[in-house]
């Protein structure tokens, strides 16, 4: 790994749960990785009463907490971790500039900087504002603004955002988050399709007759409901995560692998998304219930829910995309908290051949569909389902799987913030969500989000409301991997 560019790297947010857990662990491995310590120089801002000395203890602690102990964690934390308090009520962050100058000359930098936004939602503006009237948008060297999800409410916020970063930041400038693009099998959906003819060949209504997309966890809110309640399904998976994955499975080939080409094939295909209709979307809210054998309480009973809350904690839809490639291939679409088990995956369902040579019980054509099974998370993999006939007589058809599993294959897989942070190191926006994409994202989820359809119950542990398939046109369930 080539060493990047000597740099400061300024976290807005300093003291909170994503800088400990993540940021500065994947900050820290990305150092020892490259091997140039001196390179990687992080400021901690924050509005909470701090010194040097408190910010790398919680810095120290942190990296004991991911694993790292050491001469070197001490010796980084002494020499190149620094915290700056801003003013409670500032409206300019000239003193903050001043700190940068300073450590700068200190350290002998030339002045490249990246700052992070790992605040509330609601501050992002102002900050973003207020780096731009201290002049800390551009700088000595290169200048890079991380915006962490989630960008925007709807439409409108989110336009207005983009509007309040471009008034001070070129677009090339900035990096706006979806954890789901720093994940390795993710990013894979593109080396699996555009790398392999074999499947991108027959990636098309010719031969595919559905795709279908789960994502579940089987956690709750998780002390995070009063967010929640506010967000919902929609915003919280599906306008980022989701909507990521969709375009990578269904987007045209771009002409490199560059950070433009991709993102305009990206934007292409998401503004041929067909508007969602009320039909077809079911949401659902957990009651309680059971998993792994353990009771767990209902969304409602959460004491951070506001009372008679509809806010959807589950949704299954289906989507259609209106282009040369897709046109009828419906795109079945789940995602909710407390179900089952966590899994990630997406399902590539093949239409049947045009004639049934093999029948069965009742004249039924006996042959099962081809599948594609990308697994994501966890237990990361794929499995292509084929028939082969099973020995003897009469002639039987059965279904059998080809996996290819990760974690036979490779070592660790990276962590996805660990990737995301060395790409804005690099400078590499690839995997990074361009305004046009998450403003077309928007337009999409928005109006599904002003027509507030009911929620209905489900207990968790399960898949969803009963109603779901019979809605949706699934007739046969869903394809999944049972994993
Ligand atoms: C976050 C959502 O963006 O993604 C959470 O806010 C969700 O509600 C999480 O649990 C899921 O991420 P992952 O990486 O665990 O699939």
């Known amino acids: 790994m080539?060493?990047?560019?000597?740099?400061?790297?300024?976290?807005?947010?300093?003291?909170g749960d994503l800088t400990r857990r993540k940021l500065i662990p994947s900050i820290f491995r990305v150092m020892t990785e490259d091997g140039a310590a001196a390179a990687h120089n992080l400021l901690g801002v924050s509005r909470s009463d701090g010194s040097d000395d408190e910010f790398r203890q919680f810095t120290n602690e942190a990296l004991h907490t991911a694993g790292y102990d050491g001469s070197l964690v001490e010796e980084w934390c002494r020499e190149r971790v620094f915290y700056h308090q801003t003013e409670r009520g500032t409206t300019d962050l000239d003193s903050l500039r001043d700190r940068i100058e300073a450590i700068e000359a200190d350290l002998g930098l030339s002045g490249n900087r990246i700052f992070y936004l790992a605040l509330p939602p609601v501050a992002f503006s102002s900050v973003i504002d207020q780096l731009g009237r201290a002049g800390l948008?551009?700088?000595?060297?290169?200048?890079?603004?991380?915006?962490?999800k989630p960008f925007g409410h709807d439409l409108a916020t989110a336009h207005q955002l983009n509007d309040q970063i471009h008034a001070h930041f070129d677009e090339h400038q900035v990096y706006r988050i979806d954890h789901y693009l720093g994940k390795e099998t993710v990013q894979n959906l593109l080396a699996f399709r555009f790398a392999n003819l074999l499947f991108e060949s027959a990636w098309n209504r010719d031969r595919v007759e559905a795709i279908e997309i789960t994502v579940a966890e089987h956690l709750g809110t998780e002390g995070r409901a009063g967010y929640y309640d506010h967000a919902g399904v929609i915003r919280d998976m599906v306008q980022n995560h989701i909507t990521q994955l969709i375009s990578l499975i269904s987007m045209e080939a771009p002409n490199a692998f560059e950070a433009d080409e991709i993102r305009n094939q990206k934007v292409d295909v998401l503004e041929s998304i067909a508007p969602i209709k009320a039909e077809d979307v079911v949401y659902g809210q957990y009651e309680a219930g059971v998993i792994d054998g353990e009771a767990v309480p209902a969304y409602a009973d959460d004491p951070e829910v506001a009372a008679g809350s509809n806010t959807a904690t589950f949704v299954a839809m289906r989507l259609g995309i209106a282009n040369w490639r897709w046109e009828g291939v419906p795109i079945f679409v789940r995602t909710g908290k407390r179900l089952p088990r966590k899994t990630t995956q997406i399902a590539v369902v093949f239409r049947r051949p045009p004639v049934c040579i093999f029948h069965g019980v009742k004249d039924e054509c006996s042959s099962h569909q081809n599948v594609v099974i990308i697994t994501l998370q966890p237990n990361e993999g794929f499995e292509?389902?084929?028939?082969?006939?099973?020995p003897g007589s009469p002639l039987t058809l059965v279904s059998q799987p080809l996996h290819f599993?990760?974690?036979?294959?490779?070592?660790?897989?990276?962590?996805?913030?660990?990737?995301?942070?060395?790409?804005?190191?690099?400078?590499?926006?690839?995997?990074?969500?361009?305004?046009?994409e998450v403003e077309n994202s928007w337009a999409l989820y928005t109006p599904l989000l002003e027509m507030d359809l009911p929620a209905l119950p489900y207990p968790a542990g399960t898949w969803g409301p009963a109603a779901v398939d019979e809605r949706l046109g699934l007739k046969n369930g869903w394809v999944m991997r049972d994993v």
Do not use: C, N
């Not at 080539?2 to 003291?15: S, W």
């Not at 948008?137 to 962490?148: F, Q, S, Y």
């Not at 292509?384 to 099973?390: G, N």
């Open 2 to 15: 080539e060493p990047v560019d000597p740099h400061l790297f300024v976290i807005f947010g300093a003291t």
């Open 137 to 148: 948008a551009t700088g000595p060297g290169w200048t890079r603004l991380v915006v962490e």
């Open 405 to 436: 599993d990760y974690d036979e294959a490779f070592a660790r897989l990276p962590d996805a913030y660990q990737t995301l942070i060395l790409d804005v190191m690099e400078g590499d926006q690839t995997l990074f969500v361009r305004s046009d």
């Open 384 to 390: 292509v389902r084929f028939d082969v006939k099973a």
